[in-house]
């Protein structure tokens, strides 16, 4: 269930075995958040996405051999704004001594020589486990303000988990080490990214899974699932979401590729071997017949996922600026992040004339973000207080995603505990995936325990003990920005 990257590179993986292989998709395209489609004529990603350097090598040999020349390699070339001003990101030396007030750069090296005498408990909130490890200089001006717009809750409310899993550097030493002498492997400058945009990762494990004889249904939600003695008894239905109407080309800018099919109308009912969910895994308590007991169903309902409003700014008379992305921690707007999607790739395909710009706003499902339709003067008084360049605004076209962060307010980990517990106990059904897990994780984690997933299912059956280490090892995945 689920044709994001962690479902597909499972579909590929379990059809190249030569097993029998059925992906369910609600949406009408493959790729989840990893999916790329076109906003006048440019394509463009959800939100800034980079195939980060920490891709595991094997990982990286079957997605170059999947894309060839097409997944190029590119310099990092983005800003971050703070104190009211950007430096570049990843930070470099001589412009950050030269850039930021000395106010704050005499913080942080206060904070960095002190460093020692701060100590944040195992238990502590994301703000103590901050404060503690990067000083409170650099937390108050970035990380802070920053946690608010993300997760919408203030540092003090979000677990420590938060930290861990979200910040790589986590001293000033460490930071320094970095702005100074570049990450000790190499990583932090460069990405990958193919030419037809992000989304063509996914569409090329959509393929290679259907050509290998994965059978993708596209615009087919699962509405039941229940364990029976011959194995797992699904049931689908065409989604009720508008949007994710099936068939023809998909927001992936393309017709399905062969092998991918639209669906079959009515629901139908079969039963699969196993079943790999990648789908959030609240929503998979919701679909388990007999359902979880109570106490499981209300932590599940305790589990939040941070939406988010993705505005599509179209700028007329060629690129905007020469960045890819432009980082905006700061409370002056609700925006987190304007990229450039033309600036991430070296493509033929993109106009002269015109570039589109991705305006990530975190939200709400239903609140004042999700439900405006003034997205433009969002994007004008954004570009106003964020020193960014003016707009030769064409158009504007708006997605919004109801599940793109778990967030990790404090005493989620009971709540995800009780849940995920529960669902090891389904029989023959197996949930990984960003939102499967309530994980923070880029794309290659994502594929990483798909193929995991599959390596599990060995000719003895269900290999527990080595699904049990596979999960110990996602548990241990930081995201790379
Ligand atoms: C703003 C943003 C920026 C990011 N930037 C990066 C980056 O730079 N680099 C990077 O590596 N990663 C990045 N990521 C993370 C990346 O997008 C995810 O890690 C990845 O897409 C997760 O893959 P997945 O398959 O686990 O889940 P998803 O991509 O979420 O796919 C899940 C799929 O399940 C489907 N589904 C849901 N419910 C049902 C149902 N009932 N029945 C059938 N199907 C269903 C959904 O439609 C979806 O297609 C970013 C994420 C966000 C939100």
């Known amino acids: 269930m689920g044709a994001g990257p962690s479902g597909l590179a499972a579909a590929w993986r379990a059809a190249l075995r030569g ?5 369910l998709e609600r949406a009408g395209h493959v790729g989840g958040l990893s999916a790329s489609f076109e906003v006048a004529g440019v394509r463009v990603d959800h939100g800034s996405h980079r195939l980060h350097p920490a891709t595991p090598a094997h990982l990286l040999a079957d997605l170059r051999g999947l894309l060839g020349d097409d997944l190029q390699q590119r310099p990092r070339n983005g800003r971050l704004r703070i104190a009211d001003r950007f430096v570049g990101f990843p930070l470099k030396a001589g412009e950050l001594a030269g850039r930021l007030p000395p106010r704050l750069l005499a913080g942080v090296a206060r904070d960095a020589l002190t460093a020692p005498l701060r100590n944040a408990g195992p238990g502590a909130a994301y703000a103590e486990t901050l404060r503690a490890s990067l000083g409170p200089a650099l937390y108050e001006a970035l990380y802070a303000p920053y946690a608010v717009k993300l997760w919408g809750l203030p540092g003090e409310e979000i677990d420590g988990d938060q930290a861990r899993k979200r910040v790589t550097a986590d001293s000033p030493w460490k930071i320094a080490r970095r702005v100074l002498r570049g990450r000790p492997d190499g990583q932090g400058r460069v990405f990958h990214y193919p030419r037809r945009g992000f989304g063509q990762i996914v569409e090329a494990l959509a393929d290679a899974a259907a050509a290998a004889g994965a059978d993708i249904r596209l615009g087919t939600a699962c509405t039941r699932i229940a364990p029976t003695a011959e194995g797992v008894l699904l049931r689908t239905a065409p989604p009720a979401v508008p949007g994710a109407a099936p068939g023809g080309a998909g927001p992936a800018g393309r017709g399905a590729p062969p092998g991918v099919a639209a669906p079959r109308g009515a629901g139908e009912e079969f ?6 969910s990648t789908i959030p895994m609240p929503a998979l308590a ?13 932590a599940a309902a305790r589990l939040r996922f941070r939406a988010m409003a993705l505005v599509y700014a179209v700028h007329e008379g060629g690129r905007w600026t020469p960045f890819d992305a432009h980082y905006l921690p700061g409370p002056g707007t609700p925006v987190t992040r304007v990229s450039e999607p033309a600036n991430y790739r070296v493509s033929a395909a993109d106009p002269a004339d015109r570039t589109v710009l991705c305006f990530e706003i975190p939200c709400a499902v239903g609140d004042e973000i999700w439900t405006t339709d003034d997205f433009s003067g969002i994007v004008h008084d954004t570009l106003a207080r964020s020193g960014l360049p003016p707009l030769r605004l064409a158009e504007i076209a708006v997605r919004r995603v109801p599940h793109v962060y778990p967030v990790y307010e404090t005493g989620y980990a009971a709540h995800l505990a009780g849940l995920d517990a529960w669902a090891g106990t389904v029989p023959n059904v197996t949930t990984f995936g960003r939102l499967g897990l309530f994980a923070h994780d880029n794309t290659h984690h994502a594929m990483a325990m798909g193929y995991d997933a599959v390596d599990s299912l060995t000719s003895g059956g269900w290999d527990a003990p080595a699904w049990r280490a596979a999960r110990a090892r996602f548990a241990r995945h930081v995201v790379e920005d």
Do not use: M
């Not at 097993?19 to 992906?23: G, I, Q, R």
């Not at 039963?271 to 790999?276: I, N, P, Q, S, Y």
């Open 271 to 276: 039963t699969a071997g196993r079943v790999f």
């Open 19 to 23: 097993l029998s292989v059925t992906v």
């Open 286 to 298: 919701r679909l388990v017949e007999p359902g979880p007991p109570a106490g499981v169903v209300e």
